[in-house]
């Protein structure tokens, strides 16, 4: 058996609080004010806003920082990914380096290339995530491009269009925010390589983290509140 019964279980919370904490946050997400949630009513605020201008250069210039904020993640994803590969032909030396680390336990061949396997599996993952979030951003950029124009704000298909081109950006943001999560859950694998222990609390922690920043942090109350005014606005009232 490669590592302990600890490792087991600490591999088991891991599984369990990522997969557990991604659906318990969709399903949240659904009756509670989260980040996820504010922010999709924004973005259906400000497609509805797209469809009644002319000239669009400031929605192409907003995307396109996006863009380039993801396609910075996508880039230092595979960086670190081609460095967690090179450590497949140096597991001696990193064995050597645990070793000399207070408290950690005794490195394991085996399980050593099993632990970087994980974190080069997370990191894939991640790559995926944030590619996939780039593609879906153009495909905004070319709805925004082929949207007509409806000064009025009152034709019903054109709504729907922008309802949609919401649906799509937000799509992209979750994918976007998906290929972060990665990140946060890669930081707790990393505990691992020193103790099963660490790598069950890091995982805890890390949970713990994404819930208050995604639910309870004041960037959430600061949006849900900014929406409450704009719902007041008749204009809005009446794109809705």
């Known amino acids: 058996m490669i590592g302990s019964p600890l490792d087991y279980v600490a591999l088991f919370t891991f599984l369990i609080s990522w997969i557990g904490y991604t659906r318990f946050s969709k399903h949240k997400a659904k009756t509670a004010n989260c980040i996820a949630r504010v922010m999709h009513q924004q973005r259906i605020h400000w497609m ?117 081109m919401a649906v799509v950006q937000d799509q992209a943001a979750h994918s976007y925010n998906y290929g972060l999560r990665s990140y946060y859950f890669a930081m707790a694998a990393l505990c691992w390589f020193l103790h099963p222990l660490a790598f069950i609390f890091a995982n805890l922690f890390v949970v713990y983290t994404l819930y208050q920043r995604e639910f309870n942090s004041r960037a959430v109350q600061a949006i849900t509140l900014a929406q409450a005014h704009l719902e007041k606005d008749p204009a809005y009232r009446m794109n809705e």
């Open 48 to 164: 509805t806003q797209v469809i009644a201008k002319e000239i669009r250069v400031g929605e192409a210039s907003l995307l396109a920082n996006l863009e380039r904020n993801i396609a910075f993640f996508a880039s230092t994803t595979l960086l670190i990914l081609a460095g967690v590969l090179t450590l497949f032909s140096q597991v001696e030396k990193l064995e050597m380096v645990i070793g000399s680390i207070p408290f950690s336990v005794s490195p394991n061949h085996a399980l050593v290339q099993v632990k970087l396997a994980l974190l080069a599996g997370i990191f894939v993952l991640a790559f995926f995530q944030f590619t996939w979030s780039m593609r879906q951003y153009g495909f905004v950029n070319v709805m925004i491009g082929a949207a007509p124009l409806d000064k009025t704000g009152t034709d019903i298909n054109m709504l729907g269009y922008a309802r949609q």
